[in-house]
């Protein structure tokens, strides 16, 4: 397991979202140049604290190339783990993400009643630990 202690005020991450090209300008937004400064620095502080947040806990798994990486399967070791075990080893991964039915993508619609997940693998759905 982990913990850090990242920094959300990181000159270097600000650097970085500054030349990135997936930060937005806030053009179509304000007229003002400064207003669009300041949604843009303020768009990078709110982006780093959710990546800090990201990365502050976590598993680092070890693989020795025995068998496929993307199976996850706990081992029991025979060993007394006081941290790791093997609820909080299952949590380490996204839930699966199963379709009971196939959605027809020709149905452009998803309500609250019924809502879909696209298909495409952009989503990270975690469970709270």
């Given amino acids: ?3 850090t202690r990242l920094d959300s005020e990181n000159a270097s991450a600000f650097a970085l979202l500054e030349t990135w090209d997936q930060t937005p300008t806030f053009e179509n937004m304000f007229k003002e140049e400064t207003l669009r400064i300041a ?4 768009w990078m502080r709110e982006y780093i604290a959710q990546h800090v947040i990201d990365l502050k806990q976590g598993f680092i798994m070890m693989w020795n190339g025995d068998r496929d990486p993307l199976v996850h399967e ?3 070791l025979g060993i007394e783990l006081h941290v790791l075990n093997e609820t909080r080893f299952n949590r380490a991964f996204s839930p699966p993400f199963a379709r009971a039915v196939p959605i027809d993508q020709r149905m452009g619609v998803n ?7 696209p298909t495409a693998e ?8």
């Fill in 39 to 42: 949604a843009r620095r303020q």
């Fill in 1 to 3: 397991p982990f913990h």
């Fill in 74 to 76: 706990y081992r029991n």
């Fill in 111 to 117: 309500s609250i009643m019924r809502p879909t997940l």
């Fill in 122 to 129: 952009i989503w990270s759905i975690r469970e709270p630990w």
